[in-house]
Structure formats: structure tokens, C-alpha cells
């Protein structure tokens, strides 16, 4: 009978003893002839191969609230004291190889060896994209930080860094990442693997910061679904002062809907959580999907005056961009 390698735990709503899912939305796995009927239809936009970055050299410490934008889904979030990474990849390549797979057109808005004192590493999810080894194993060599991570993904971390100090938590836990700081795992509808052989083993999810200076949300990466979810977080969290929504990787929306939101679902999810601010993540340094490099900029714009929303109010963040939030 088939196991979990990453996780052992008893069957919830969202897990059935070997496998998590998203209640009630609609399945996100994608069979070989999906993938090949995306490909050759040859719809992909030419990116460039390179844009050009400037890196920003970042405080060792700040007391109120700066986020800079390292790229994809990777950024540093300065916070009452305290510096915390999400989704860290300073690698060329998302991929499991170094040979092959999504290469960085952006360079990394920090140099790696320019990053302050790391106390902190939040993973939202095992793809390559988001969890990428090689630069977890330097982290831990150089800052050895706290990481806290979704069920099933700190086995996934320990296989490759044994001395990785994890907090783990399924959807809703709060975890204490600092005296003062928590981070509750919010739910997300996506899925997550690394080989073919263990979709869904690991759990998927956001990170809901709550801090001195504010609260701060990580969506991770999700779908829109039915909305529910962002109702939930809404009324159980409350309103961030700043959210980090992905608005990029969407396109074909016949493929990419169940599993990535495009701008205009990543306004819906700003509009219902009530966010004070937000910045649009996860575009502009991986080719994943169909759309043209700028085209999340772009449509976050349409989208955000379609929706009478200040485009100040949410910003698609470029590599090396800092924010300070009052």
C-alpha cells in the first residue's frame, strides 16, 4: 500500500491519509497529455534573456516595516528587528538539475553575501521555484535561521540540511517564530511536489505574519478557487497591512487557473482581505508559463483601475525594489 514519505499523520478535511487536497475546489493535477497539448500549442511569449537589476544592500536591522524584492517569490521582510526570507532561490535555474529548467532573467535584488543577520526562513510549499536547496544549505551554513514550513516539508529539508532548526504546522497553526513575532500557516489552493511520484505529499500555504510593527501576509502561491479561503483569513486574521499576492505565472488560465491567480484575481483577494497595502510577487524572474515578461505589470494596472483601487496601494515589485510601510 502506498505511503507518505514527508508526512504521517491522521486524515483531516484537507488530507486523506496520504495525500493533500483542496476541499471542495476543483482537482489541480494535470495528466501528460494536458502538459503536452499546453506545449505544443507553442502560445509561449519570448522573454529576454537577461533585464537589468540594482541590487539593493539592505540595514542590518529595521524597526518598522521594509520589504525588498529579491525576485520570484523570494523576499527579504525587515520587521521590528527581526529579518526573515520567504521562499529563498538565489540559484540560476529552478529546477532539480543545474543543467536544465527555468533560468533566472533577473538577478537577485541582494546579493546573497549582502544580506543582513537571517533569523527567519518561511517556506510556503516544495516546488523548485520556492524550495530550492542549494540555497537553503547556504543559509544554514551562513545565518543558520529558524524555518518554518507546512506539514511534510521540513522532512523534505532535513533530508538535505540535517541541523535545519524547523517549526512545521498544518493550515491555521500559529507557530512562535520570535518572543514577538507568530506566524500563522494560512491555507492556499495549489498543490506541491518534487518527482512525479510524491504530488501532494507535502502540504502547500501562505504565512500570516504578526509582528510589533504590523501584520504582514505571504499568500504563497494559490489559486483563486471559489474565494473561500480569503473570507476565512479576512475573519479570522484580520486585515493585513501588507500582503504579498502573486500575479504572475498564469497564462494558459485553461491550465494555470486551479493553481496560480492572475491580476485580476489577485486584486479580488486584496479587495476581500482588506489589505492596507500589497506588493505583486512571483513574476518577472522564472519563464514558468505563457505570458510575456511585463504582462502581469501590465494587467495589475488594468486591473487596479477596473477596480477604482490607488495603484500606489499595490505595487508589482521589481527585483531590488524597497518598500518601507509606515
Same mark, same amino acid.
Given at each position: ?6 508526512? !504521517? %499523520? ?14 471542495? !475546489? /476543483? ?10 497539448? $499546453? ?68 538577478? =537577485? ?17 516544495? +516546488? ?11 543559509? !544554514? ?36 517564530? +520570535? ?11 495549489? $498543490? ?9 505529499? /507535502?502540504?502547500?500555504?501562505? +504565512? ?31 486585515? =493585513? ?41 512571483? $513574476? ?25 483601487? /490607488? ?9 531590488? %525594489? ?5
Amino acid at each position: 500500500m502506498p505511503q507518505n514519505r514527508y508526512y !504521517q %499523520g491522521p486524515p483531516s478535511d484537507h488530507f486523506d491519509g496520504l495525500r493533500f487536497f483542496n476541499p471542495g !475546489q /476543483a482537482p489541480t493535477d494535470h495528466g501528460l497529455g494536458d502538459v503536452l497539448r $499546453w506545449k505544443l500549442a507553442r502560445g509561449a511569449s519570448t522573454w529576454p534573456r537577461s533585464v537589468q537589476v540594482t541590487a539593493a544592500k539592505p540595514d542590518a536591522r529595521v524597526d518598522g516595516i521594509r520589504i525588498t524584492m529579491i525576485g520570484h517569490a523570494s523576499l527579504l521582510i525587515q520587521v521590528a528587528g527581526r529579518n526573515i526570507l520567504t521562499d529563498p532561490v538565489w540559484s540560476e535555474r529552478a529546477s532539480p538539475v543545474a543543467f536544465a529548467g527555468p533560468r533566472r532573467v533577473a538577478a =537577485p535584488g541582494i546579493a546573497f553575501d549582502d544580506l543582513p543577520p537571517i533569523d527567519v526562513v518561511l517556506i510556503s510549499h516544495c +516546488h523548485y521555484d520556492h524550495f530550492d536547496v542549494a540555497t537553503l544549505r547556504r543559509l !544554514q551554513a551562513a545565518h543558520a535561521p529558524l524555518f518554518a514550513l507546512p506539514l511534510g516539508n521540513d522532512t523534505i529539508l532535513r533530508a538535505a540540511v540535517p541541523d535545519a532548526r524547523c517549526v512545521v504546522g498544518d493550515w491555521w497553526d500559529r507557530l512562535t517564530i +520570535h518572543d514577538d513575532i507568530t506566524t500563522t500557516i494560512t491555507p492556499a489552493y495549489h $498543490w506541491a511536489n518534487r518527482w512525479p511520484s510524491d504530488v501532494r505529499m /507535502a502540504l502547500w500555504a501562505g +504565512h500570516w505574519l504578526d509582528t510589533p510593527a504590523g501584520a504582514i501576509w505571504f499568500t504563497g502561491d494559490t489559486a483563486y478557487g471559489n474565494g473561500a479561503i480569503f473570507g476565512q483569513i479576512r475573519e479570522r486574521l484580520g486585515a =493585513p497591512d501588507v500582503a504579498l499576492i502573486p500575479i504572475g505565472a498564469y497564462a494558459p488560465r485553461w491550465f494555470m487557473a486551479g493553481q496560480h491567480v492572475d491580476p485580476d484575481e489577485a486584486v479580488r483577494i486584496f479587495t476581500e482581505v482588506d489589505a492596507r497595502r500589497a506588493l505583486g510577487i512571483h $513574476w518577472g524572474t522564472f519563464q514558468l508559463t505563457d505570458e510575456a515578461r511585463d504582462a502581469p505589470q501590465t494587467a495589475l494596472a488594468e486591473a487596479l483601475s477596473a477596480a477604482a483601487i /490607488a495603484p500606489d496601494r499595490f505595487i508589482a515589485a521589481p527585483a531590488g %525594489g524597497v518598500f518601507d510601510f509606515a
